[in-house]
């Protein structure tokens, strides 16, 4: 039970959850509705993990268009309406994440998300895949104060969860979530598999992991080298 009395802080997008496909679709579907460019699968997965609305900003900027502040909010509004309706069409769950799960929790370990998704999509899209049961709490970034990479944002997903922060480790594929981490002085695994614009290791995780089925391995490693 090496991880008895942990919180394993999850990351949604990217991480748990490969939900490029059906935000690739909603971003289009804004960006054409505007007469902007369509913006490349490979350049979403590069500007996901801080909120849609930054998705669309960095989306916009490909065409050169910088939209005002008004103008952002009610394009995210939409991107919402237009993402929610299908939240989970081409969405699906990394492989390994539910037998990771098993092994994780059979180790004395609890699960919660902190994600920059709004709460609302992050339920309904884990509830979907029918996985929420399993989060003790889920945390998205209009529920936080300060959302991540503030570490207040990765500290009240670990007390919703009933969890100790001392006692918490957070994986991620972005820097928001290792400078959640680092802020709140938990460590921090990425995946290797997620969506970022900085190469993982140029972002000096603890670990970095190719498959969920990894995951206990290198939490037992690491938690050798803290203790
Ligand atoms: O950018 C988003 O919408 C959410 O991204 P995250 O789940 O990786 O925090
Ligand atoms: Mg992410």
Request: glycine share 8%; charged share 25%.
């Amino acid at each position: 039970m090496f991880l008895e009395g942990y919180t394993i802080v999850f990351d949604l997008d990217g991480t748990l959850v490969e939900t490029a496909p059906d935000l690739h679709r909603a971003t289009n579907e804004i960006m054409r509705t505007e007469g902007l460019k369509e913006v490349s699968l490979k350049n979403v997965r590069a500007f996901v993990g801080q909120g849609a609305r930054a998705l669309i900003e960095r989306g916009a900027a490909i065409s050169g268009k910088v939209f005002k502040s008004d103008k952002l909010d009610e394009l995210t509004s939409k991107f919402v309406e237009i993402y929610q309706a299908d939240i989970a069409g081409r969405s699906h769950l990394f492989d390994n994440v539910e037998t990771t799960l098993d092994a994780l929790e059979a180790a004395g370990a609890q699960f919660c998300v902190c994600t920059n998704k709004k709460t609302h999509l992050a339920v309904r899209l884990l509830e979907t895949l029918n996985i929420a049961h399993r989060f003790k709490s889920i945390v998205g970034a209009d529920s936080a104060i300060h959302a991540k990479p503030h570490q207040q944002h990765y500290l009240q997903a670990v007390e919703e969860a009933g969890g100790d922060p001392k006692r918490s480790i957070m994986i991620g594929d972005s820097h928001s979530d290792v400078g959640a981490a680092r802020n709140a002085g938990a460590p921090i695994v990425l995946v290797s598999f997620g969506y970022t614009d900085i190469a993982p290791i140029d972002l000096n995780p603890d670990a970095i992991i190719d498959d969920f089925n990894e995951l206990p391995s290198s939490l037992l490693s690491l938690l050798k080298q803290v203790n």
